[in-house]
């Protein structure tokens, strides 16, 4: 049932971002824009009036490149040269993410929409800062902390009637068939630090994890006119012919780009979904797991009894992380 659902979706169309989600006089910031998904989405805000775009990357050789596509592909008028800018980030490199969450809270006026797109899917087990196997050092342990280093200038917009701020996570279709077997392990993430825990599974558990975290995160941060607390959506983009496999043995590159080619969404396409979700605002998607533009169910796991404790220890146990990273750092929410 899970893969009918899936497929009817890869087939459903995804509307064009129109004026009607404009992005006008905005900050929006969007991690691992120098190619696929968020170079599409990027280029969708900036299309769409935002008046600073921010290619978060790993390089800046290839965010210039990129910035240098969006302004070819857009008119002077819609993209003065200005509009589009590249800061490097580092996700594996926990000072590195520090350090730019500094910069951001020092060089930004405002910061309205924040897309965390980047990700990477490895075959081998390596290890990045902290120890952790980098698929888990990146998707999971680098976004939240990004996330929570980004929370408070998210916070000053509408504190200063510049309406809601929105936070994206992108998850992934593969959430559906994660089968996590780290939650069996006293440590979730001292089991993630072991080798003989990889497996083919590592993937699409980062991206589980992403859904259970973001929506915590939401749920930590209820929306009321009391608080500036920002709208918090978790996206699917659907399957896409992205570069996500790129580091995949030959025969997993050749078996997904198969999969991709009869039914894969461009990545164009895809970044529909990241944009319908930073344009979308109050209750209806915070909190909520998007898929094809509209608001949708996670997977079976996520909405049960067993996935909701997982989600509370996972919580826990990466708040633990992130506050050995950067004390004070988790303080942001409740």
């Known amino acids: 049932m899970v893969i009918t659902h899936l497929l009817h979706q890869q087939f459903l169309p995804l509307p064009l971002p129109s004026s009607t989600s404009s992005f006008a006089g905005q900050t929006i910031l969007v991690t691992g824009a120098n190619s696929g998904l968020g170079l599409e989405a990027s280029r969708h805000f900036v299309r769409l009036g935002a008046a600073r775009v921010i290619l978060a990357c790993r390089s800046l050789a290839s965010g210039e490149a990129a910035r240098r596509d969006i302004l070819q592909s857009t008119t002077t008028t819609l993209a003065p040269k200005g509009v589009v800018e590249v800061w490097e980030v580092d996700l594996a490199k926990f000072d590195s993410v520090n350090r730019f969450c500094q910069r951001v809270r020092e060089e930004l006026e405002r910061l309205d929409v924040v897309v965390m797109n980047a990700g990477v899917a490895v075959p081998e087990f390596e290890t990045v800062d902290g120890g952790f196997e980098r698929q888990v050092g990146v998707n999971v342990v680098g976004t939240f902390l990004m996330a929570l280093g980004l929370l408070g200038k998210l916070r000053e917009g509408k504190r200063e009637g510049k309406g809601e701020g929105r936070m994206v996570f992108v998850a992934s279709d593969g959430h559906h068939f994660a089968r996590f077997p780290e939650r069996h392990h006293p440590s979730i993430f001292a089991a993630f630090k072991d080798p003989s825990t990889m497996s083919d599974d590592r993937y699409n558990t980062t991206k589980l994890l992403v859904v259970l975290l ?70 209806d998607t915070h909190g909520r797991y998007m898929e094809s533009c509209r608001v949708g169910e996670p997977s079976v796991f996520v909405r049960s009894e067993e996935g909701g404790e997982a989600q509370k220890r996972v919580w826990g146990e990466l708040m633990e992380v992130l506050e050995g990273i950067e004390s004070g750092v988790t303080g942001v929410v409740g």
């Open 214 to 283: 973001a929506r915590e995160l939401a749920a930590r941060l209820p929306l009321s006119p009391q608080n500036n607390n920002p709208i918090v959506s978790v996206v699917t983009p659907g399957f896409c012919k992205s570069r996500i496999s790129r580091n995949l043995p030959l025969a997993g590159r050749l078996g997904v780009g198969a999969f991709l080619a009869v039914i894969g969404r461009t990545t164009e396409v895809g970044s529909r979904t990241l944009v319908a979700a930073a344009a979308a605002g109050g209750r």
